[in-house]
């Protein structure tokens, strides 16, 4: 499993619920169609920024929709939510995982 991590702010004036609004239509209406998706979790850390993780099958899957970005359904309110220049991103592949 491949997982892309983003830590980022929100804008100022964005509300968490308008992330999480505009973060569902995202996931209807284009990141739920990708290839090798599985899950979108967003997080928020204790000083008050988030963090997201984003679960894909392979690195391919998740480079090829990141590449598909442009075909976005309102991309520009989805952007628009992030403060500039608060985003970072890393990826990590899973070689284990351990549970209870």
Request: charged letters at 30%.
């Amino acid at each position: 499993m491949y997982k892309d991590i983003i830590s980022y702010k929100l804008a100022e004036g964005v509300t968490e619920k308008h992330l999480l609004d505009v973060a569902s239509e995202i996931i209807k209406t284009w990141m739920s169609k990708q290839k090798g998706f599985i899950k979108w979790e967003i997080n928020k850390n204790i000083e008050g920024g988030y963090t997201d993780f984003v679960y894909w099958e392979s690195k391919e899957d998740a480079d090829k929709s990141e590449s598909d970005m442009v075909n976005i359904p309102n991309a520009s309110d989805w952007f628009s939510c992030y403060k500039k220049g608060s985003i970072s991103s890393k990826s990590v592949n899973q070689i284990a995982a351990f549970s209870r």
